[in-house]
């Protein structure tokens, strides 16, 4: 992540993976197997692993942003990282494929990276229990997803 060098008179809500506020949530730790980006769903991968969620893939949680790690790949987490993943509860910062109304059902779009209400496809993957906390107003748009999954 590059420094920030120039201010504007608002700061951002948050940034992908951020948790929202302090409600009660559950996590784990799982080791990344490939590089995860930071409020990205993530998958089973073997035992205590970890992987982006792809077609198939076992939902485990979402990639909670952590500023402090020792990866190069800026705002995400590198194979072998150690990913805290929120898998039941709260609200996690995401970055939106295109427009989201507040409590819009979402969907992973594995091509762009980025939430969507698009009807699951080739690379659009449910994320069951994840809604829109927030609405989006545009593709690359900040806003909260709400976690409410029951682990398997």
């Given at each position: 992540?590059?420094?920030?060098?120039?201010?504007?008179?608002?700061?951002?809500?948050?940034?992908?993976?951020?948790?929202?506020?302090?409600?009660?949530?559950?996590?784990?730790?799982?080791?990344?197997?490939?590089?995860?980006?930071?409020?990205?769903?993530?998958?089973?991968?073997?035992?205590?692993?970890?992987?982006?969620?792809?077609?198939?893939?076992?939902?485990?949680?979402?990639?909670?942003?952590?500023?402090?790690?020792?990866?190069?790949?800026?705002?995400s987490y590198g194979q072998y990282d150690n990913v805290p993943?929120?898998?039941?509860?709260?609200?996690?910062?995401?970055?939106?494929?295109?427009?989201?109304?507040?409590?819009?059902?979402?969907?992973?779009?594995?091509?762009s990276g980025r939430y969507t209400t698009a009807s699951v496809?080739?690379?659009?993957?449910?994320?069951?229990?994840?809604?829109?906390?927030?609405?989006?107003?545009?593709?690359?748009?900040?806003?909260?997803?709400?976690?409410?999954?029951?682990?398997?």
């Amino acid at each position: 992540m590059a420094y920030q060098n120039g201010y504007t008179q608002f700061q951002p809500d948050g940034f992908p993976g951020m948790l929202g506020n302090m409600e009660n949530w559950n996590g784990l730790t799982r080791t990344a197997t490939a590089t995860i980006a930071f409020g990205a769903p993530a998958q089973r991968s073997g035992d205590k692993q970890c992987a982006p969620l792809v077609t198939g893939g076992e939902f485990i949680g979402i990639a909670i942003g952590h500023h402090v790690i020792t990866s190069t790949n800026g705002d995400s987490y590198g194979q072998y990282d150690n990913v805290p993943l929120a898998d039941e509860a709260g609200k996690i910062g995401g970055l939106a494929d295109a427009a989201i109304s507040v409590g819009a059902a979402l969907n992973w779009n594995t091509a762009s990276g980025r939430y969507t209400t698009a009807s699951v496809s080739g690379t659009v993957i449910a994320v069951p229990g994840a809604e829109a906390d927030t609405a989006a107003a545009a593709a690359g748009s900040f806003f909260w997803v709400r976690l409410r999954r029951t682990p398997s």
